[in-house]
């Protein structure tokens, strides 16, 4: 007898939704489930806690009723990226501190017992920027965290790569990248004790952002692997300042050396999707002199544009980047 499976397509069914936050601006971004079936959630908040913005964690059972959630942080901004359950029936959550740490941005480690409180906390960086955007444990018993880095490597967003012991403390620091920008999203130890890591790069690759996938073993090491900065880069003439970058309200562009074709006369804005967000107008087709023009942070529907990294181009080239 046969069986034909293509008649009734399968469609997901949903089982069940919830909502979690208060009065103000409260993101989710990565959720675990737990050993008890339930779920682990961690963002950040504006309805609680101590700051601007502080670390939520959000414990549910298994059908995403709330059991009890906490925050982390200070008076300043703090955000969770990643979260996972411990061996030990607590969490690790990593994500970034203004109020702690080195730096304006500092990496934020937070382990807690199997109830959210916290054991401790470590920040890691520089004296500029770092977020940790992915975190796991690894199998002798420390951590893995991967992020990004404007402290070391280029100092142009570096993929940042750090191991810890079990209570945190750094073994060795590791960032891979070009002279663009490089970033890691996502980190798992792998069957030979190294580690796997995806992310985005500007450095490398076919077009102005590619998929960024790095291997390494138990210490960190790339091997067997060469690859070359894409030349576009290194042989462009425009060069292009910016100030003052990161922005909150609006940033002056200085553009030198743009070329003689209609688009020399505008400078496209994009996000770190590919999507074309505002298209600036330049007052001269070319000019060996800076051009200079303002960027609001609005798109063209003249709405504000989400916080993060957006590319610049000018005569269809890359010129550089905004945060």
């Not at 590791?174 to 490089?182: A, I, M, Q, R």
């Not at 290194?234 to 562009?253: A, Q, V």
Request: hydrophobic share 30%; net charge negative.
């Amino acid at each position: 007898m046969l069986f034909s499976f293509l008649a009734s397509p399968i469609h997901a069914v949903i089982t069940f939704e919830r909502w979690y936050g208060g009065i103000n601006t409260d993101i989710g971004n990565s959720v675990a489930q737990t050993f008890d079936g339930g779920y682990i959630v961690t963002g950040y908040t504006a309805s609680f806690g101590a700051g601007s913005n502080d670390v939520y964690l959000v414990k549910t059972d298994s059908l995403g009723d709330t059991i009890w959630t906490k925050t982390f942080g200070d008076t300043s901004n703090e955000h969770g990226r990643s979260v996972v359950q411990t061996s030990d029936g607590g969490y690790i959550i990593t994500g970034g501190t203004a109020s702690f740490g080195s730096g304006y941005s500092d990496i934020y480690l937070i382990k807690t017992d199997s109830m959210g409180n916290t054991t401790w906390t470590k920040t890691y960086g520089g004296s500029v920027n770092e977020s940790g955007n992915s975190v796991t444990q690894t199998s002798g018993g420390g951590y893995i965290i991967a992020g990004v880095t404007t402290s070391f490597g280029s100092r142009n967003y570096d993929v940042y790569l750090i191991k810890t012991d079990s209570l945190g403390d750094t073994l060795w620091t590791k960032t891979y990248g070009g002279t663009n920008g490089d970033m890691a999203f996502s980190i798992s130890q792998t069957f030979d004790k190294g580690y796997i890591i995806t992310g985005l790069t500007n450095s490398f690759g076919a077009s102005s952002i590619d998929i960024y996938l790095i291997k390494t073993d138990s210490s960190g090491n790339v091997t067997g692997i060469k690859e070359e900065e894409d030349q576009r880069h290194k042989t462009r003439d425009m060069r292009l300042f910016c100030h003052p970058n990161p922005f909150t309200t609006s940033t002056i562009i200085h553009l030198t050396g743009i070329g003689h074709s209609a688009e020399g006369k505008e400078l496209k804005v994009y996000d770190i999707t590919g999507r074309l967000v505002k298209k600036l107008s330049l007052l001269t087709a070319y000019s060996l002199l800076p051009t200079v023009v303002t960027w609001d942070g609005r798109d063209a529907e003249g709405k504000k544009v989400n916080a993060g990294i957006y590319f610049l181009k000018a005569d269809g080239k890359y010129v550089g980047k905004v945060v």
